[in-house]
């Protein structure tokens, strides 16, 4: 297997993510868990308060119409494909020849991961880096590409917002376009203010300053540091400008597309309108919520948060809840199983691995 060259010589550990965000410890970790425990016993109470939709809720749902429901899992597995292929693009950039079997294997096994177990973003994000790391991709690519793909996403889901932002127009609660506009254009000055700025040789010297004294103070901001400027650089070699950008932010944004058409295609399956002038901002709103992993898989959270901003686009009560109860079924629970198995296949396979390798050893 081919691996990227710069790191190979670095140490192999792995242990919560080298170079990477390590999982809440101490009383933050405390926190985490009181938080969580908190916004459940909310839902809970939420859920007997609202017994009369849940119980029309489950009805809708009883009389879903299955054939519509392969719509629906079609989009979320070509949203999990787009995840993959934005993974494979920057590995491959930056060096690594990975099978596209192996990528495709650990991209919904870190999904279930993010999403069955307390700190899941962190220790799916230091998952994948072993897998990277064992496959023969260097240390600080590794690093890199795991940090680039969630810049690309972030970035990607920013984007959908501002467009649902503009699209619905007044709909919905009248404060929030004006914030979410504002919000946006703020930060793509800010961007554009440091590109500019940028370009001035003595402000690079003084940042590149900056990230050393960051770097001798942290091995994990080092790594990653070392990580993207070989990854841009690589990229820079082979086509230069910001083009060759557009593919993988591409990806990144086609992720969440056909997420959010997962959604749709629940809604037809229930035979529900949907608030079409609101939609992008109530999916967006709902995933930044949800990213934020107060819970396991944001349990509670991504439920109560899509369902609120579905009543206050115009979704009566008990079609918001059917419809978000559908969406997680298709969208979270019917990938934990399959995520699940590709973990035991990955993580079984390295095992045999590191096995018929120390046999080797011996017998050498």
């Given amino acids: ?125 230091a998952w994948v880096f072993a897998q990277w790391r064992r496959r023969g991709v260097g240390q600080v690519l590794a690093g890199a590409v795991l940090a680039v793909s969630g810049a690309l996403s972030a970035v990607a889901l920013l984007v959908l917002l501002v467009a649902g932002a503009l699209a619905g127009g007044s709909a919905g609660p009248g404060a929030l376009r ?82 959010a058409a997962c959604l749709l295609a629940c809604a037809w399956a229930l035979g529900i309108a949907v608030p079409w002038r609101g939609i992008l901002v109530v999916y967006a709103l709902t995933q930044m919520t949800g990213s934020l992993r107060l819970t396991p898989g944001g349990l509670g959270v991504v439920e109560a948060g899509l369902t609120a901003l579905l009543v206050l686009y115009g979704l009566p009560a008990d079609r918001a809840i059917a419809l978000t109860l559908l969406y997680r079924i298709v969208g979270y629970w019917a990938l934990q199983p399959l995520g699940w198995a590709c973990w035991l296949g990955l993580t079984l396979g390295a095992r045999r691995a590191d096995r018929r390798a120390a046999a080797g050893g011996r017998t050498g």
């Fill in 178 to 259: 004006p914030v979410v506009l504002g919000t946006a254009a703020f930060l793509a000055v800010a961007a554009g203010a440091a590109a500019g700025v940028s370009r001035f040789r003595p402000v690079r010297r003084l940042f590149r300053r900056l990230l050393r004294r960051l770097g001798a103070r942290s091995r994990r901001l080092r790594d990653v540091e070392d990580g993207l400027r070989a990854l841009v650089r690589h990229v820079r070699a082979v086509r230069p400008g910001l083009r060759p950008w557009w593919l993988p932010f591409t990806f990144a944004l086609l992720n969440w597309v056909c997420d």
């Fill in 1 to 125: 297997m081919e691996g990227e060259g710069e790191g190979e010589g670095e140490d192999e550990g792995v242990g919560r993510g080298e170079g990477l965000a390590a999982a809440p410890l101490g009383a933050p970790r405390r926190l985490w868990w009181i938080g969580s425990v908190a916004l459940v016993a909310i839902a809970a109470v939420v859920a007997v308060d609202r017994r009369q939709d849940l119980a029309a809720a489950s009805h809708l749902i009883a009389a879903v119409r299955p054939p519509r429901l392969v719509l629906a899992a079609g989009f979320e597995a070509a949203s999990l494909a787009a995840l993959v292929a934005l993974q494979q693009w920057l590995l491959r950039t930056g060096g690594a020849r990975l099978r596209l079997r192996v990528v495709g294997t650990a991209v919904p096994a870190a999904n279930a991961v993010a999403g069955a177990v307390p700190g899941g973003a962190a220790v799916a994000t």
